[in-house]
Each structure stands twice: as C-alpha cells, then as structure tokens.
C-alpha cells in the first residue's frame, strides 16, 4: 500500500455526501496548471479535441420509467435495528409491486441484509433509500454473494443511503466477489447518490450474464452511475464487464485494497469475452487505491475517461493493456506510485490530451529521470515519469502539461 495511506482509516471513508458533492463541483471549474489554463492550451493544440469531448454541462441522471406505486419496506416486516435479518422483508415488498413497478421505499435505520440470500430486484422498480438508510451485510463465509443483485431486468433505479460490506466481519479467507450491487445483464440502470464501503469483493460490478451451454450471453446496457462514493472496498471500486454505454459521472472510488486487482475502477473482460464498450468516465475522482486509479483491460473498446482527479493510487493513475479507441483529456494526474498514464500490450488509437500531470512514478524517485522545472507543455512527447506506451500502435500523445517538483 502507498505510504501516503498510512493514517487514513474509516473516518476517511464516511464523507459526506455534501462535501463530496463540493469536491465534485471544485473538479468541474476550470483548471489552471504552472500559470497556464486550460483554455490555453486548447490554442495550443495540433489536432482539437472532439465537440463531445471539448464541453462539460452539468449532468442529471435519467429517471427510469416505472409505475405510482409506493410501498414501505417496514409495512412487510422490516425492523432496521442492525441486528433482525430484514432480506425476507425486502423480497416480499418486491414482490408486492403490481406489475406496472412503482418504488420501494426505505426509511431510515440499519438494515442487515443477508447476501448469500441476496435482495433481487425487479424490472420497472425505484428501490429509494433514505438518508440515514444503511443496507448492512450480514458476515458470512461465502466466496460470492451479493447485497443487491440486477439481473436481466430494465428499467431500475437505486438511489440514496448506504451499503455497508462485510470485508470487516467476513467469516471465511477466500474468494473476490463479495459486491454490494451486482448487475448482470441489465438494461437502463441508474445507481446514484450512494455511499458503497467495505465490501468483500467489489463495491459495484456490471458485467453480462454468466455463460450458460446453449444460451447466448446478455450484455449490461445503458447503465448510469452518478454520484456515488465506492469507498474501501477490498477488490474494487467498481468492475466493468461486458457491456455497452456504461456512464459514471460525479463519483469517487478510493481507498481499495485487499485483493488484486485493487483498482478504483477496472474495466475487464473474462476469458474470451468481449469487454466493456463505449464506457464513459467523468469528472471522478481516485485516490489511494492500492493498484491502479483506472485500468482498461483487454478487449475494451472506446472508452473516454475526462476531466477527472486521478492521484496518490500505488500503481498508475491510468493503465490501459489491450485496449482500442480510448480518449484520455483534461484529467490530473498527480503523485501515483507509477507512471501517470501506461499504454501497454498491443493497445491501439489511445489518445492523451489537454491532461496535467504533476509528480509521478514516486516510487522511482532514486531513478535518474528527467525533472520538469516549472510547467512544461510538449506534444508528441513520452516522458518517464508521466507516460509509457509500450507494444502499442496508433498512440497520440498531444499537448499535455508537465510538472515535477
């Protein structure tokens, strides 16, 4: 683990949703980098960002469509001390839904949740949490389980409160896949203004449903992560699989370690698989994550990662290994263990762009590595410190800034 996460303990972890929401917002303002702006730089630029790129507006989270129905988990047996098993409460309020779907309200209060049981939803269904509403994973022994589970279903939405994992209270030693919300084939999802810490595996997971002989696989599409906090999680923030359109806006994914590979976000691919597709990141913030800030794995196609804060993580900020058509622009990328951006195996049309770097590859500081005095811009330049492309074909290092202290 870096040093620099020496000292941050749970404390760290429980920012309020307020002061996260501020952090976010600061992200959002215009940058400014050695006495240089960002606007400045855009002059600068040999070939321009893409529109889509080159404009930020603020983001509002699709409602999902659903039915008026409004029920209240404790009117099916709910308790919310911490300690009565409230799972059977929960499926039975699902259940109560008429088939137009509607919303499951939970009030505030701690609710033990068991997640090899699990809590499945359903399509056309708003599972509302409450401030002060904690979903709290029961401890068991279980190499997977889940709290919240999505499973080829549409039209959801899960909002407010908090899941609380059981990486703490965990009864067994092995496996990875202890997630607070997995998502399985799904369409249209909104997950937002959550708090999601301490748990086994993942805070989230979005990949297609498991390979069945005969069956052909479903792709997650559409999902949309907005202000969340994933937060000391033991195996990742969030993990992407296959899918197509997944978009995280607003977010933060911290503090992860415990199993590789210990990333804020990583976008993956399993076996043969296809990966993640069209994956959108902006304006996120990663810290102190025992591997990489972000990592784009193999087979992933035409991921755009913009405007975030990506810093002190024990490996790179960002590392990309056999991914094709990614955009990278207007990010900081500060005091990673690592380099600050990996191209690596066989990656193809990564682009780097209007990014800041500052104070990168810590960890080879002995190194006789070249030191940038005051802010430098250059394009078409791979430093040591900031970038690496490897193996790789297509790579456009355009103007970015460059500082070490």
């Not at 779907?101 to 949740?113: C, D, E, F, K, N």
């Not at 699990?118 to 904690?134: E, I, P």
């Not at 990663?286 to 810093?311: M, W």
């Amino acid at each position: 683990m870096n040093k620099d996460t020496v000292g941050h303990d749970e404390h760290d972890v429980r920012m309020p949703r307020r002061d996260f929401l501020r952090k976010s917002l600061l992200l959002a303002l215009p940058a400014t980098f050695g006495g240089m702006a960002t606007s400045a730089l855009a002059a600068t630029m040999s070939s321009p960002l893409p529109a889509s790129l080159s404009t930020t507006a603020a983001f509002i989270p699709p409602t999902r469509a659903r039915g008026s129905a409004v029920i209240d988990v404790r009117n099916y047996g709910a308790v919310g001390d911490g300690v009565h098993d409230d799972t059977t409460a929960f499926r039975t309020a699902i259940s109560a839904l008429p088939s137009t779907g509607g919303t499951i309200h939970v009030p505030a209060g701690v609710y033990l949740i068991d997640p090899v049981r699990r809590v499945t939803l359903r399509s056309r269904m708003h599972l509302r949490l409450a401030d002060g509403a904690v979903l709290k994973a029961k401890a068991n022994a279980e190499d997977r389980s889940y709290v919240l589970m999505v499973h080829k279903i549409s039209d959801v939405e899960i909002s407010g409160g908090e899941i609380l994992g059981d990486r703490d209270r965990h009864l067994g030693t092995t496996g990875e896949w202890g997630h607070g919300i997995m998502v399985r084939g799904a369409s249209r999802v909104t997950i937002r203004d959550m708090l999601i810490r301490k748990c086994w595996g993942d805070g989230i997971s979005i990949a297609a449903t498991v390979p069945v002989p005969g069956e052909v696989q479903i792709a997650s599409v559409d999902v949309i992560i907005s202000n969340i906090a994933s937060i000391g999680n033991r195996r990742g923030g969030m993990s992407v699989g296959q899918s197509r359109g997944v978009k995280v806006y607003n977010s933060e994914f911290s503090y992860t370690s415990g199993t590789t590979p210990g990333c804020g976000i990583n976008i993956e691919s399993d076996l043969d698989h296809p990966g993640a597709s069209a994956m959108h990141i902006e304006n996120c913030m990663f810290q102190y994550n025992q591997g990489n800030g972000i990592q784009v794995y193999r087979r992933s196609v035409g991921t755009t990662i913009k405007n975030c804060l990506i810093e002190k993580n024990n490996g790179y900020g960002i590392l990309t290994i056999g991914a094709k058509d990614v955009w990278i622009a207007l990010n900081t990328i500060r005091s990673n263990q690592l380099i600050g951006v990996g191209v690596r195996s066989q990656c193809s049309n990564v682009n780097l762009a209007e990014n800041r770097f500052y104070n990168n590859a810590r960890r080879f500081r002995s190194y006789d590595l070249p030191m940038l005095t005051p802010a430098v811009a250059r394009t078409g330049n791979v430093l040591p410190r900031h970038t690496e492309v490897v193996n790789s074909v297509n790579t456009s290092i355009n103007t970015n800034l460059y500082h070490d202290k």
